[in-house]
Nanobody, 125 residues
């Protein structure tokens, strides 16, 4: 059974920082591509950032480039999303996801077979 558990969300002021964590079961972490998505109220879930941890490649959605950083700690089976210079429009539920069959980092929702339960990020103005 593949399990992903997110943590680290919360309330922060504009310009602040948060670090999200996604702890993966050992089987989940055998996949190559992990990603973060987010879903704001009334909007569709969207790709934020992804990483091929075997090759070190990353991919970011344009609006978060330069502010967010995705990384992994292989020893802890954990993927992180460091979020800096947060804006109110970053407010959303953030989800960790794993694409078991990929080497490329896709932004398409349907590519990802495994999902965490989500963690709320709220940025106040």
């Amino acid at each position: 059974q593949v399990q992903l558990v997110e943590s680290g969300g919360g309330l922060v002021q504009t310009g602040g920082s948060l670090r999200l964590s996604c702890e993966a079961s050992r089987r989940a972490f055998s996949v190559s591509v992990m990603a973060w998505f987010r879903q704001a109220p009334g909007k569709e879930r969207e790709f934020v950032a992804g990483i091929n941890w075997r090759e070190g490649r990353t991919r970011y959605e344009d609006l978060v480039k330069g502010r967010f950083t995705i990384s992994t700690d292989n020893a802890k089976n954990t993927v992180y999303l460091q979020m800096n210079s947060l804006k109110p429009e970053d407010t959303a539920v953030y989800y960790c996801a794993a694409d078991a069959g990929a080497t490329n980092i896709f932004t398409t929702l349907g590519r990802y077979e495994f999902w965490g339960q989500g963690t709320q990020v709220t940025v106040s103005s």
